[in-house]
């Protein structure tokens, strides 16, 4: 790709991406859900963070060239330094995730801005292409 792994078109083209992390995420962190707002809950932000670099993560898995479950596998393998990197766990953000679910309003919000985030960071990488 020209661009890096976030060349995209425009938003309708992200969303299968985004919702491929969800599934993923789903299969790779099942659990218990909580009812009430659990201690230790990633904020928006956090989450978004979180998402974001889940999403970058399963396309790198996702450019080798592999097949799906392959590709599934090395996500899982790659997905605990992230956390990691993060200053969480995947606890945490299983039970953070749960939670958002169960809240379909602020989960589309955290949604929202996960594009818009994967959006700008395509935007400043086909900048500094364009600069060189």
Do not use: H, W
Request: aromatic content about 8%.
């Amino acid at each position: 790709m020209k661009y890096g792994m976030l060349k995209l078109v425009n938003r309708k083209a992200l969303i299968p991406g985004v919702l491929t992390v969800l599934l993923v995420t789903l299969g790779v962190f099942t659990g218990c859900t909580n009812k009430g707002k659990p201690q230790g809950l990633l904020g928006k932000d956090e989450m978004v963070r979180a998402m974001t670099e889940l999403y970058l993560t399963e396309q790198k898995a996702a450019t080798v060239g592999v097949s799906r479950d392959s590709t599934a596998q090395m996500f899982r393998a790659m997905s605990p330094a992230i956390f990691q990197q993060l200053g969480t766990s995947d606890s945490v953000f299983r039970i953070s995730f749960d939670y958002y679910m169960e809240n379909p309003i602020v989960m589309e919000e955290i949604y929202t801005a996960l594009i818009d985030s994967l959006n700008l960071r395509e935007q400043k990488m086909i900048s500094n292409e364009l600069k060189k």
